[in-house]
């Protein structure tokens, strides 16, 4: 009976990590769009057809496709604490910026319905992009509050 109760509270504890729910970024998707053409049927490059699309939906000129050219990041991440304040941060140099670190944020400063899993977007296109090149390298970093939850990183960042 002892050995049973042991063991059911190692299982417990070993367990309880992976059933924590945090404050977390799961995914990162980078979208680069660098022409206008969409690329074949083909089912290797389907996916990359699918991201243009998406992303030129609307456009009814060739100019309007054209200020949408750029770099489009997707950032799926958890909110475990719904009534926090979240601040997503992201760091990232431009080709034609130099060593020149650029920054933009979004905030949640209102109270959310309820725990569970957000989409943020970063776009980068139209006159910026013509003006400042694309995104070479970046970090994202996820506040809860005040405190820093959970970042990723380009490779090229240092």
């Known amino acids: 009976m002892r050995n049973c109760l042991l063991s059911s509270a190692f299982l417990c504890l070993t367990m309880l990590p992976a059933c924590t729910q945090t404050v977390r970024i799961c995914e990162v998707s980078d979208l680069p769009v660098k022409t206008t ?40 991440w958890y909110d475990a604490e719904p009534q926090q304040p979240v601040r997503i941060v992201m760091h990232y140099t431009q080709a034609l ?38 995104v070479l390298s970046w970090r994202l970093e996820l506040y809860c509050g005040d405190r820093l939850a959970d970042y990723r990183q380009s490779y090229m960042w240092n």
């Open 37 to 76: 053409s969409l690329p074949g049927m083909d089912w290797e490059v389907s996916p990359l057809q699918a991201n243009a699309q998406y992303v030129f939906f609307g456009a009814l000129s060739s100019k309007e496709m054209k200020n949408r050219l750029g770099d489009y990041y997707f950032l799926n």
């Open 97 to 134: 910026t130099g060593s020149q670190v650029l920054t933009r944020t979004v905030e949640y400063k209102e109270p959310r319905s309820s725990a569970g899993y957000r989409k943020t977007r970063f776009f980068f296109s139209g006159p910026e992009r013509q003006k400042n090149g694309d």
